[in-house]
């Protein structure tokens, strides 16, 4: 239940991690969200479908790379026009993993 070989980078793996063993179910790691009609909104780090939550984890690079950084934008607003809750997490939060854990259960209460 703890591996995961669709994670993409260490931080996204202590995220799940860190909510799997908060008792966090329906995590999907690396999926693709499309509307209702089919078309793309995004390929995204971390999802729970059933309560229409994302969890985005930015390292330096989409912030310095600016034609990532729009694209993480872009997604970003596509997702939230769509009805999802999208959860942006930086590598300060990787210290407080409490926090997002408890940023996560706020989101599938809404």
């Known amino acids: 239940m703890l591996l995961d ?3 993409e980078s260490r931080p996204e793996s202590q995220v799940r991690v860190a909510l799997v063993l908060a008792g966090i179910t329906g995590l999907e790691a690396n ?8 078309a793309f909104l995004g ?7 059933r309560a229409r939550v994302v969890i985005e ?3 330096d690079y989409h912030r310095s790379e600016p034609g990532q950084w729009r694209r993480d934008v872009a997604r970003a607003r596509r997702l939230r026009a769509a009805g999802w809750i999208v ?3 930086t590598g300060d939060d990787l210290a407080d993993l409490a926090s ?11």
């Open 43 to 49: 390929r995204v780090d971390l999802c729970i479908a």
């Open 31 to 38: 999926v693709e969200i499309r509307d209702e009609a089919g």
């Open 57 to 59: 984890y930015h390292g």
């Open 5 to 7: 070989g669709r994670a």
């Open 87 to 89: 959860i942006d997490l």
């Open 100 to 110: 997002v854990v408890a940023q996560v259960r706020s989101a599938l209460h809404h």
